[in-house]
């Protein structure tokens, strides 16, 4: 007779970092299910893609968003959940949404190999998103995977400690975000605004964060192809050199590790909190 | 006639990285008093000391933290204010309070040259400060003070991005934070957690964010010596090299440049918030 000592599990997770083209819809969603194909080929169970994969990013009219915008019951994620499906994958990955109701909204998706499980409507949108698309009008999600327990953000809900830290208070082990970071946006200190976030929100919830950036260029615009994957402590345990465009990330996550919130011998991240005394608006 | 154009305020912030000595609370209390008189004189108008300044940190027993105790109208920062008068500065220090009702609070106060403007009990107490301190009972606070909006919190308030995001939702144009930080906490990445944190937490809510942290050795314990002054950009202003020790860091800062959360042309930090979609407890 003994104890069977289970080790945790550790997950491995990728970030493909694509370079969609709003030009070439076509070439960009087949580059993100190549990506996401090898990513589950090399053994990834959970796989990001990019903040609108499939669509691309500069759009010039809300007609043109709508003309790529696609149901989250259409063949794009269903092409996604046979990817996941070869591995025994989770996939999270952003696409351009078209609502039952005909409203367009900037969406990301976790879909395993029996289908779509979440889809998630973005709730802060950057810049002229808003000429396109509609905000979304529910809470970010925290959603029980076959791979642990994934939140969900698309890119600028990053900047919202409200919104990543109600996904930790939620369960998240893993926060997710799909982003298509604009090559213009300040860097503080040298370093990429999508690291500094994803250690900082990594560290203050201690859970993982996994930023999957886009990288290429569309009608003038770059992206700063920042993907990053932060652990509980802080650390960044894998980061895509600012500038190098396509690749995909790895990094071996031990979840479990995010469940634990505490700090020393005597203190907890989230068990330590004082609602009571906080402002809130 | 003309136009007169009033060019914005620039405020000189310093951080008085002192080395406290809990075995002895008289030369910490005269090294905090020099030194803040120093940066006065050297022009400094928001002058910041570390964390229980006069004390030392690593108390043996509650009966030792009572010892050194003092009340809020008493001596200590009577001294302080006298030392504000001199330049017409603002002073933010970390002082071990002895309350009316005899308890004692990890508590910090913002002095003028007029006397204390504000004190604040840290909500948040750090491993064994549970053991001789009580845990405040009111909101970390935003003063109007002669030289702009200050924010107070103490240490590891920092490390709870609903505290700080609340500060800014106040009004904070800076957030200042007397600390303590033990050296064994783990940097993140290799970068001090104080540094990480004041620069995500400057970014996302667009503020200044001045730590104040303290050097030395006591009692086999020491300390970050992590001090930095960051800007909204998320940028670091100053900053202590870690393990320098004894120093103070200047920097000239716009406060006014807080008041704006612009991001680019449509979105702004606060304004794009979506509390109803927030999950908060």
């Given amino acids: 007779v003994f104890d069977?000592?289970?080790?945790?599990?550790?997950?491995?997770?990728?970030?493909?970092?694509?370079?969609?083209?709003?030009?070439?819809?076509?070439?960009?969603?087949?580059?993100?299910r190549a990506a996401l194909r090898d990513a589950v080929e090399a053994g990834a169970q959970i796989v990001l893609l990019p903040e609108l994969a499939h669509s691309g990013y500069i759009f010039r009219s809300a007609e043109e968003a709508r003309a790529v915008a696609v149901p989250a019951d259409g063949e794009l994620l269903a092409g996604w959940a046979q990817e996941a499906a070869r591995g025994d994958a989770v996939v999270i990955g952003g696409?351009?949404?078209?609502?039952?109701?005909?409203?367009?909204f900037n969406s990301a998706a976790i879909v395993d190999g029996e289908g779509v499980v979440a889809v998630y409507r973005k709730l802060h949108l950057w810049n002229d998103e808003a000429s396109?698309?509609?905000?979304?009008?529910?809470?970010?999600?925290?959603?029980?995977?076959?791979?642990?327990?994934?939140?969900?953000?698309v890119c600028y809900d990053i900047e919202f400690p409200e919104l990543t830290r109600?996904?930790?208070?939620?369960?998240?082990?893993?926060?997710?975000l799909p982003t298509n970071w604009p090559r213009e946006q300040v860097s503080p200190a040298g370093e990429p605004t999508p690291h500094l976030l994803a250690r900082a929100t990594a560290y203050l919830s201690h859970v993982f964060v996994a930023v999957c950036d886009r990288g290429g260029e569309e009608r003038g615009g770059g992206f700063q192809g920042a993907s990053v994957i932060a652990a509980p402590d802080g650390a960044m345990l894998a980061a895509a050199e600012p500038g190098?465009?396509?690749?995909?990330?790895?990094?071996?996550?031990?979840?479990?590790?995010?469940?634990?919130?505490?700090?020393?011998?005597r203190n907890d991240a989230l068990g330590d909190r004082r609602p009571e005394h906080y402002v809130t608006t």
């Fill in 132 to 153: 396109w698309f509609t905000p979304g009008e529910e809470p970010a999600p925290v959603v029980d995977t076959r791979h642990g327990r994934i939140g969900l953000g």
């Fill in 4 to 32: 069977l000592v289970v080790m945790p599990d550790t997950l491995r997770v990728a970030c493909c970092q694509t370079a969609p083209d709003v030009e070439d819809p076509a070439a960009s969603a087949a580059g993100a």
């Fill in 244 to 265: 190098a465009g396509v690749q995909t990330l790895v990094a071996d996550c031990h979840l479990d590790a995010a469940r634990d919130k505490r700090r020393g011998p």
């Fill in 166 to 176: 109600g996904l930790a208070l939620a369960g998240a082990e893993l926060i997710a």
């Fill in 95 to 104: 696409f351009c949404e078209l609502a039952e109701d005909g409203r367009v």
